[in-house]
């Protein structure tokens, strides 16, 4: 649930660095007064001007050294007590600047062919995801918002590439492997509700429900363009004003749209292109009764399956302190 985290330690001395830490900090870098290095998948970097540990990388791959696998928010919670526990500061001093949450859902058919299919969310346009080096292929797209991204992408090929697995062991691999996932700054956890952001609070039980709310909500709210509207249950179907409506519908979801929102935002002014928005968020909602469609459906019924195995909260909190 719980993947990739960067986090930082005030207060750290040199003796727990050179107790600890040294073989994993081998970079000195004299002239910014830090050292860097890595332990297992994550990236250490120490400024010994200000005492601080900086601390990133994957938690998943940190414990089981790939990350494609299910990884419960339990495995997390163990994760972070372990770091602690070999560093002897309590997981109350690890300040958490961002998080990634997420699952690996596995489909009946390959990614891409769901992805393509995810439009926007809250007037936002999913866009494709720079491809990795070596490839000029899309394994993705992502949406930005102003304090946390939206990513779905096919997480093997991602993998692949990243880890350069050769043709041999590829077939060792899990396949259509589809990852959703939302990377939250410290701001926007503070804007949840959650005051204090710290390693020790990352693993209350309120943290658990609102990672998974979080996932499903925004899941919920995603416009899908495979889409086909169910004439048959529209009352009135016939009537002039539903053909209107369906005729706004299709030009809304269409890429005809986005250029006349540019139009409007360029030459006719932000109230027009404001009201625009608005009016195409509206009619969407207003469809969603009478939509479906086969890549929409499949994704969220596994996404729910995936999602109800990897949040246990309950036994991850039942450990003690560190």
Not at 7 to 26: H, N, R, W, Y
Not at 74 to 98: D, K, M
Not at 205 to 234: G, H, Q, W
Not at 290 to 304: D, H, I, M, S
């Amino acid at each position: 649930m719980i993947d990739r985290i960067i986090m930082q330690v005030a207060g750290i001395s040199d003796g727990l660095i050179e107790d600890k830490l040294d073989e994993f900090l081998p970079i000195f870098d004299e002239a910014k007064n830090l050292r860097r290095g890595q332990w297992r998948s994550l990236k250490l970097t120490y400024y010994h001007t200000y005492s601080l540990l900086r601390i990133t990388g994957s938690l998943h791959k940190f414990a089981k050294k790939h990350n494609y696998k299910p990884f419960t928010f339990r495995e997390a919670a163990e994760t972070l007590r372990g770091i602690a526990t070999f560093l002897g500061v309590p997981l109350s001093a690890f300040r958490i600047n961002s998080i990634e949450i997420g699952v690996n859902i596995s489909m009946g058919e390959t990614p891409m062919k769901y992805i393509e299919t995810i439009s926007e969310y809250k007037g936002n346009k999913f866009i494709p995801m720079p491809p990795r080096s070596g490839t000029n292929k899309i394994y993705g797209r992502k949406c930005k918002m102003a304090e946390y991204d939206i990513k779905f992408y096919d997480k093997i090929a991602d993998y692949i590439l990243e880890k350069k697995i050769k043709a041999a062991e590829r077939e060792k691999l899990p396949k259509n492997l589809l990852r959703y996932e939302i990377k939250l700054s410290r701001k926007q956890l503070m804007t949840f509700g959650f005051p204090d952001p710290t390693a020790e609070n990352l693993l209350k039980r309120r943290y658990a429900i609102f990672c998974v709310y979080l996932l499903r909500s925004i899941l919920k709210d995603i416009v899908f363009t495979n889409d086909i509207v169910d004439y048959s249950k529209i009352p009135d179907c016939s009537s002039k004003v539903l053909q209107n409506r369906i005729k706004r519908y299709i030009f809304a979801v269409s890429d005809g749209y986005d250029r006349y929102l540019a139009y409007l935002k360029d030459y006719v002014g932000d109230d027009e292109y404001t009201k625009a928005k608005r009016s195409k968020a509206s009619l969407i909602k207003s469809m969603q009764p009478f939509l479906y469609g086969k890549y929409e459906t499949e994704l969220k019924e596994r996404f729910a399956e995936e999602v109800a195995t990897v949040h246990d909260y309950k036994r991850a909190v039942k450990s003690k302190k560190v």
